[in-house]
Protein backbone atom coordinates (compact mmCIF):
# COMPACT_ATOMS: atom_id res chain seq x y z
CA UNK A 1 0.00 0.00 0.00
CA UNK A 2 3.13 2.48 1.00
CA UNK A 3 4.48 1.82 -2.27
CA UNK A 4 1.28 2.25 -4.54
CA UNK A 5 1.18 5.58 -2.79
CA UNK A 6 5.14 6.83 -2.82
CA UNK A 7 4.57 6.01 -6.72
CA UNK A 8 1.55 7.67 -7.12
CA UNK A 9 3.21 10.91 -5.42
CA UNK A 10 6.49 10.37 -7.74
CA UNK A 11 3.97 10.59 -11.00
CA UNK A 12 1.97 13.45 -9.92
CA UNK A 13 5.73 15.30 -9.37
CA UNK A 14 6.74 13.92 -12.85
CA UNK A 15 3.64 14.74 -14.28
CA UNK A 16 3.92 18.60 -12.88
CA UNK A 17 7.58 18.87 -14.00
CA UNK A 18 6.76 17.88 -17.45
CA UNK A 19 4.03 20.24 -17.68
CA UNK A 20 5.81 23.03 -16.52
CA UNK A 21 9.00 22.23 -18.92
CA UNK A 22 6.52 22.44 -21.59
CA UNK A 23 4.83 25.48 -20.65
CA UNK A 24 8.02 27.26 -20.18
CA UNK A 25 9.27 25.62 -23.49
CA UNK A 26 6.40 26.99 -24.66
CA UNK A 27 6.93 30.55 -23.62
CA UNK A 28 10.31 30.41 -25.11
CA UNK A 29 8.79 29.54 -28.49
CA UNK A 30 6.38 32.02 -28.80
CA UNK A 31 8.84 34.86 -27.40
CA UNK A 32 10.99 33.71 -29.93
CA UNK A 33 8.58 34.36 -32.62
CA UNK A 34 7.40 37.86 -30.80
CA UNK A 35 10.96 38.77 -31.82
CA UNK A 36 11.08 41.79 -34.55
CA UNK A 37 12.16 41.16 -38.18
CA UNK A 38 16.10 41.93 -38.88
CA UNK A 39 15.75 45.58 -40.17
CA UNK A 40 17.25 45.44 -44.16
CA UNK A 41 19.14 48.65 -43.90
CA UNK A 42 18.87 50.73 -47.10
CA UNK A 43 21.38 50.46 -49.94
CA UNK A 44 24.39 52.58 -50.33
CA UNK A 45 25.07 53.66 -54.02
CA UNK A 46 27.33 56.40 -54.00
CA UNK A 47 29.99 55.81 -56.46
CA UNK A 48 30.62 56.17 -60.21
CA UNK A 49 28.50 54.16 -62.67
CA UNK A 50 30.23 53.14 -66.38
CA UNK A 51 29.11 51.00 -69.19
CA UNK A 52 25.29 51.80 -68.79
CA UNK A 53 22.88 51.18 -71.29
CA UNK A 54 20.10 53.53 -72.20
CA UNK A 55 16.96 53.63 -74.28
CA UNK A 56 14.51 56.58 -74.58
CA UNK A 57 12.25 58.26 -76.51
CA UNK A 58 10.39 54.60 -78.26
CA UNK A 59 14.22 53.65 -78.72
CA UNK A 60 15.38 56.70 -80.91
CA UNK A 61 18.14 56.87 -78.95
CA UNK A 62 20.01 54.58 -77.35
CA UNK A 63 23.83 54.28 -76.00
CA UNK A 64 25.83 51.86 -74.76
CA UNK A 65 28.24 54.10 -72.67
CA UNK A 66 25.65 55.41 -70.19
CA UNK A 67 27.27 57.05 -67.37
CA UNK A 68 26.69 58.09 -63.71
CA UNK A 69 27.32 59.24 -60.43
CA UNK A 70 25.68 59.05 -57.13
CA UNK A 71 26.66 61.27 -54.25
CA UNK A 72 24.37 61.30 -51.04
CA UNK A 73 20.42 61.12 -52.19
CA UNK A 74 22.01 63.01 -55.36
CA UNK A 75 21.64 61.00 -58.99
CA UNK A 76 23.39 62.33 -62.15
CA UNK A 77 23.22 60.66 -65.13
CA UNK A 78 24.98 61.91 -68.53
CA UNK A 79 24.21 59.74 -72.24
CA UNK A 80 27.11 61.61 -74.35
CA UNK A 81 24.84 59.98 -76.59
CA UNK A 82 24.34 57.37 -79.66
CA UNK A 83 21.17 58.08 -81.88
CA UNK A 84 19.63 55.26 -83.98
CA UNK A 85 19.57 58.63 -86.58
CA UNK A 86 23.08 59.48 -86.42
CA UNK A 87 22.68 63.25 -84.23
CA UNK A 88 24.86 63.43 -81.20
CA UNK A 89 23.67 64.97 -78.08
CA UNK A 90 24.56 65.19 -74.44
CA UNK A 91 21.99 64.17 -72.56
CA UNK A 92 21.66 64.76 -68.68
CA UNK A 93 19.50 63.02 -66.10
CA UNK A 94 19.49 65.08 -62.79
CA UNK A 95 17.32 64.51 -59.67
CA UNK A 96 17.00 63.43 -55.92
CA UNK A 97 17.12 59.71 -54.88
CA UNK A 98 14.48 58.10 -52.02
CA UNK A 99 16.08 54.59 -51.20
CA UNK A 100 13.91 51.59 -49.60
CA UNK A 101 16.24 49.17 -49.16
CA UNK A 102 17.56 47.98 -52.15
CA UNK A 103 14.76 50.28 -54.35
CA UNK A 104 14.95 53.76 -55.10
CA UNK A 105 12.71 56.17 -56.99
CA UNK A 106 13.94 59.80 -58.14
CA UNK A 107 12.40 62.92 -59.16
CA UNK A 108 14.68 63.97 -62.50
CA UNK A 109 14.91 66.74 -64.57
CA UNK A 110 16.10 65.74 -67.97
CA UNK A 111 18.33 68.54 -70.13
CA UNK A 112 18.90 67.98 -74.14
CA UNK A 113 22.47 69.59 -75.04
CA UNK A 114 21.99 71.88 -71.97
CA UNK A 115 18.71 72.90 -72.23
CA UNK A 116 14.89 72.13 -73.03
CA UNK A 117 14.39 70.55 -69.90
CA UNK A 118 11.61 68.01 -69.47
CA UNK A 119 10.74 66.00 -66.15
CA UNK A 120 10.41 62.06 -65.49
CA UNK A 121 10.27 59.51 -62.71
CA UNK A 122 13.09 57.59 -62.20
CA UNK A 123 13.01 53.48 -60.63
CA UNK A 124 15.47 51.07 -60.44
CA UNK A 125 16.82 48.68 -57.88
CA UNK A 126 20.25 48.28 -56.46
CA UNK A 127 22.88 46.10 -56.34
CA UNK A 128 25.25 47.71 -53.53
CA UNK A 129 28.81 47.87 -55.17
CA UNK A 130 27.82 46.15 -58.06
CA UNK A 131 25.00 47.55 -60.48
CA UNK A 132 21.70 49.60 -60.79
CA UNK A 133 19.05 47.04 -62.44
CA UNK A 134 15.66 47.18 -64.15
CA UNK A 135 15.66 51.22 -63.91
CA UNK A 136 12.91 53.06 -66.04
CA UNK A 137 11.91 56.34 -66.89
CA UNK A 138 8.46 57.50 -66.66
CA UNK A 139 7.60 60.83 -68.66
CA UNK A 140 8.01 62.18 -72.33
CA UNK A 141 10.64 61.81 -75.16
CA UNK A 142 13.95 61.57 -73.68
CA UNK A 143 12.40 61.16 -70.36
CA UNK A 144 10.39 57.77 -71.28
CA UNK A 145 12.73 54.41 -71.51
CA UNK A 146 14.90 52.00 -69.70
CA UNK A 147 18.23 52.18 -68.59
CA UNK A 148 20.68 50.22 -66.61
CA UNK A 149 23.89 50.76 -65.05
CA UNK A 150 27.51 49.24 -63.95
CA UNK A 151 29.48 50.19 -60.74
CA UNK A 152 32.65 51.14 -62.02
CA UNK A 153 36.39 49.55 -61.13
CA UNK A 154 37.37 53.15 -60.44
CA UNK A 155 35.13 52.89 -57.16
CA UNK A 156 38.81 51.61 -56.04
CA UNK A 157 40.12 54.66 -56.39
CA UNK A 158 39.51 58.04 -53.56
CA UNK A 159 39.39 60.85 -55.43
CA UNK A 160 42.36 63.25 -54.83
CA UNK A 161 42.97 66.63 -56.35
CA UNK A 162 46.82 65.57 -56.78
CA UNK A 163 44.91 63.17 -59.41
CA UNK A 164 43.32 65.66 -61.94
CA UNK A 165 45.31 69.02 -61.59
CA UNK A 166 47.36 69.94 -64.67
CA UNK A 167 50.50 71.65 -64.07
CA UNK A 168 52.84 70.59 -66.36
CA UNK A 169 50.43 68.62 -67.90
CA UNK A 170 48.18 69.36 -71.20
CA UNK A 171 44.79 71.05 -69.99
CA UNK A 172 41.54 69.38 -70.04
CA UNK A 173 40.16 69.99 -73.08
CA UNK A 174 36.85 68.63 -74.82
CA UNK A 175 33.71 69.10 -76.34
CA UNK A 176 31.04 71.24 -74.64
CA UNK A 177 27.31 70.18 -74.24
CA UNK A 178 28.22 67.55 -76.77
CA UNK A 179 27.97 70.45 -79.57
CA UNK A 180 31.01 69.72 -82.02
CA UNK A 181 33.56 71.59 -82.85
CA UNK A 182 32.49 73.49 -79.57
CA UNK A 183 35.85 72.54 -77.53
CA UNK A 184 36.14 74.04 -73.97
CA UNK A 185 39.72 73.70 -72.50
CA UNK A 186 40.06 74.55 -68.45
CA UNK A 187 42.92 73.72 -65.88
CA UNK A 188 42.96 72.60 -62.41
CA UNK A 189 45.52 73.61 -59.47
CA UNK A 190 45.80 72.00 -56.07
CA UNK A 191 43.81 74.46 -54.71
CA UNK A 192 40.53 72.73 -56.17
CA UNK A 193 40.54 75.96 -58.51
CA UNK A 194 38.75 75.14 -62.01
CA UNK A 195 40.17 78.02 -64.43
CA UNK A 196 38.86 78.74 -67.82
CA UNK A 197 41.43 79.05 -70.50
CA UNK A 198 39.59 78.88 -74.02
CA UNK A 199 35.73 79.52 -74.02
CA UNK A 200 33.52 77.25 -76.34
CA UNK A 201 33.16 78.06 -79.93
CA UNK A 202 30.51 77.27 -82.12
CA UNK A 203 28.77 75.81 -78.66
CA UNK A 204 24.75 76.97 -78.74
CA UNK A 205 23.32 78.80 -75.81
CA UNK A 206 27.22 78.64 -73.82
CA UNK A 207 28.83 80.10 -76.93
CA UNK A 208 31.99 82.37 -75.18
CA UNK A 209 31.25 81.18 -72.09
CA UNK A 210 34.35 82.09 -69.41
CA UNK A 211 33.58 78.80 -66.79
CA UNK A 212 35.42 79.11 -63.38
CA UNK A 213 34.78 77.76 -60.13
CA UNK A 214 36.09 74.64 -58.13
CA UNK A 215 36.15 70.90 -58.63
CA UNK A 216 36.65 69.08 -55.38
CA UNK A 217 37.39 65.53 -53.78
CA UNK A 218 34.16 64.32 -51.98
CA UNK A 219 35.46 62.90 -48.81
CA UNK A 220 35.76 58.79 -49.14
CA UNK A 221 34.05 58.55 -52.69
CA UNK A 222 35.85 58.13 -55.93
CA UNK A 223 33.89 61.58 -57.06
CA UNK A 224 34.85 65.23 -57.01
CA UNK A 225 32.01 68.20 -56.67
CA UNK A 226 31.83 70.70 -59.26
CA UNK A 227 30.77 74.35 -58.56
CA UNK A 228 31.46 77.04 -61.18
CA UNK A 229 30.11 79.83 -62.61
CA UNK A 230 29.52 80.82 -66.19
CA UNK A 231 30.50 84.65 -67.32
CA UNK A 232 31.09 86.80 -70.95
CA UNK A 233 28.70 84.06 -72.54
CA UNK A 234 26.62 85.76 -75.81
CA UNK A 235 23.04 84.61 -74.42
CA UNK A 236 23.93 86.62 -70.49
CA UNK A 237 20.48 84.33 -69.33
CA UNK A 238 22.77 81.46 -68.90
CA UNK A 239 24.97 83.64 -66.17
CA UNK A 240 24.40 81.41 -63.52
CA UNK A 241 26.07 79.03 -61.10
CA UNK A 242 25.73 75.37 -61.84
CA UNK A 243 26.85 72.86 -59.06
CA UNK A 244 27.32 68.78 -59.92
CA UNK A 245 29.60 65.79 -60.14
CA UNK A 246 33.05 64.87 -61.99
CA UNK A 247 35.09 61.72 -62.25
CA UNK A 248 37.70 60.02 -63.83
CA UNK A 249 36.83 57.38 -66.08
CA UNK A 250 39.85 54.99 -65.87
CA UNK A 251 42.09 54.04 -63.37
CA UNK A 252 44.95 56.23 -65.41
CA UNK A 253 43.08 59.00 -65.04
CA UNK A 254 43.38 60.19 -68.41
CA UNK A 255 39.59 61.54 -69.32
CA UNK A 256 37.47 63.56 -66.91
CA UNK A 257 33.65 63.12 -67.23
CA UNK A 258 31.10 66.16 -65.39
CA UNK A 259 28.19 67.24 -65.10
CA UNK A 260 26.22 70.51 -63.74
CA UNK A 261 22.68 72.18 -63.57
CA UNK A 262 21.80 75.14 -61.97
CA UNK A 263 18.96 75.75 -59.28
CA UNK A 264 16.25 77.05 -61.76
CA UNK A 265 16.33 73.67 -63.33
CA UNK A 266 16.83 75.36 -66.68
CA UNK A 267 20.41 74.80 -68.06
CA UNK A 268 22.55 72.06 -67.21
CA UNK A 269 26.59 72.47 -68.00
CA UNK A 270 29.42 69.70 -68.75
CA UNK A 271 31.12 67.32 -71.11
CA UNK A 272 33.85 64.45 -71.65
CA UNK A 273 37.41 66.08 -71.07
CA UNK A 274 41.29 64.53 -72.24
Known amino acids: MLFKLELRRYTRTLFALITVSVALLMQGCFWESDDPAPVVPDA ?5 YDTGTLSVDGG ?11 SGNRIMMTSLASSNTGTAATLVYDGTMTITKNDFTAEVTVYTDGENP ?9 TEGSQIKDGTLTGAGVGNGTFSL ?33 QHTFEVDSANNYTHVDSPANGGIFEFCNINGTIAPIADTSLYSVDVTLSSCDITSVHL ?18 MATESTKTYSVGGEYD
Do not use: E, K
Not at 60 to 70: C, E, K, R, S
Not at 118 to 126: C, D, F, L, N, R
Not at 155 to 168: E, W
Not at 169 to 182: D, E, H, I, V
Open 118 to 126: VTATMTGTI
Open 241 to 258: NYTGFAATTSLADTTLVY
Open 44 to 48: DATGY
Open 150 to 182: TYSDTNSQTAAISRIITGANPLWQGSFNGSTPS
Open 60 to 70: AVTDTNLLAMI
